[in-house]
């Protein structure tokens, strides 16, 4: 395995806790336990443990379009060109690169850079943080109102999903909900992890339970 090299990209900051940045920190820190060669893009980065690729706007043009949501555009979602610009800036990143990777980790649905890596002979495995779109468009057929406006499956999420090679899931209830649209992918679960606090004791679990 040490001849791999890997490629990890996620639409999040490194380093800060209850995002999956932080989960793909973790995944950076055992590649190099491991003596495992990798590249790591992210949208910010708060651990100066790793270097890491990041665009010149970092973090701040999503808090400014979530902003602008909030404040004077409620019914606008933002996140189509929040993912647009990222996509861009990942696939200059890579067509500019002369490195090829054997496996690529991504944490965001960007179909353009996906469909470029896979050109590349690299295997793709996309990330699934959350439930599927169609699960919010089936409670709102349900009647079970969400608070927050609901439009179509948006496209490059579909586009992301076809063209990956492998799904990973954090639970089974995410996982179902992509199944239930009729995708038929290679997946698996990898449970969202939690730091052990220092004091403890897995007997006090046991005997709680």
């Known amino acids: 395995n040490n001849g791999m090299n890997i ?6 900051d490194v380093g800060r806790g209850n995002t999956i940045g932080f989960r ?3 995944i950076a820190e055992e590649l ?3 003596g495992i060669a990798y590249d790591i893009l992210a949208r910010a980065n708060y651990d100066s443990r790793f270097e890491v690729i990041t665009p010149w706007y970092q973090n701040v043009l999503a808090r400014v379009l979530k902003i602008l949501r909030i404040g004077l555009l409620p ?3 933002f996140r189509s ?3 647009w610009c990222f996509d861009r800036f990942v ?3 890579l067509e500019r690169s002369s490195v090829r990777y054997d ?3 991504i944490g965001e649905y960007i179909p353009r850079t996906i469909n470029y890596l896979k050109k590349q002979n690299t295997k793709v495995i996309l990330e699934i943080p959350i439930a599927h779109h169609d699960y919010a468009l089936r409670l709102k057929q349900q009647g079970i109102k969400s608070g927050v406006r609901i439009g179509a ?4 999420l579909t586009q992301a999903l076809d063209a990956a090679d492998v799904l990973m899931a954090p639970s089974f209830f995410v996982l179902d909900s992509l199944l239930h649209t009729g995708i038929q992918k290679k997946h698996f679960i990898i449970p969202f992890g939690a730091e052990k606090p220092e004091d403890w004791n897995e007997s006090d679990v046991d005997r709680r339970a």
Do not use: I
């Open 153 to 156: 499956t948006p496209r490059f």
């Open 103 to 105: 496996v690529a980790h």
């Open 32 to 34: 190099e336990r491991q």
């Open 91 to 93: 696939l200059r990143y």
């Open 24 to 26: 793909f920190g973790k």
């Open 7 to 12: 490629f990890l990209c996620v639409n999040s």
């Open 75 to 77: 019914w606008w979602s």
């Open 81 to 83: 060109l929040d993912m």
